[in-house]
């Protein structure tokens, strides 16, 4: 079993940067798929992206290629997330996930079976 605590959510203008961070405790990190959800007041909760267990491969939601970019450091068990060129649709509530699966719908939340409470992403000017 894993625990996972996200941070570095926060506040920013349109055009704007942020780094978030997805630290895991519990378990051996790098033998699970890791993905970030966001869920905006209102709606159902959705993948952003999604990254292996070997980081070798990465999936992207359509309205978040070349702007995001999901990464993974197994030594410090840390995946991140860098959102750049935010935009005020991407204010949710993020959600980092995990599991030891390795084939399956890597979009739905049914495919995950850990999740961290969340951090808020607000962008506004």
């Known amino acids: 079993q894993v625990q996972l605590v996200e941070s570095g959510g926060g506040s920013v203008q349109p055009g704007g940067s942020l780094r978030l961070s997805c630290a895991a405790s519990g378990s051996i990190f790098s033998s699970y798929v890791v993905g970030w959800f966001r869920q905006a007041p209102g709606k159902e909760r959705e993948l952003v992206a999604a990254?292996?267990?070997?980081?070798?491969?990465?999936y992207y939601k359509d309205s978040v290629k070349g702007r995001f970019t999901i990464s993974r450091d197994n030594a410090k068990d840390t995946v991140n997330l860098q959102m750049n060129s935010l935009k005020s649709e991407d204010t949710a509530v993020y959600y980092c996930?995990?599991?030891?699966?390795?084939?399956?719908?890597?979009?739905?939340?049914?495919?995950?079976?850990?999740w961290g409470q969340g951090t808020q992403v607000t962008v506004s000017s």
């Open positions: 996930a995990a599991t030891r699966r390795y084939s399956g719908a890597v979009y739905t939340t049914a495919f995950y079976d850990y």
């Open positions: 990254i292996s267990w070997s980081g070798g491969n990465s």
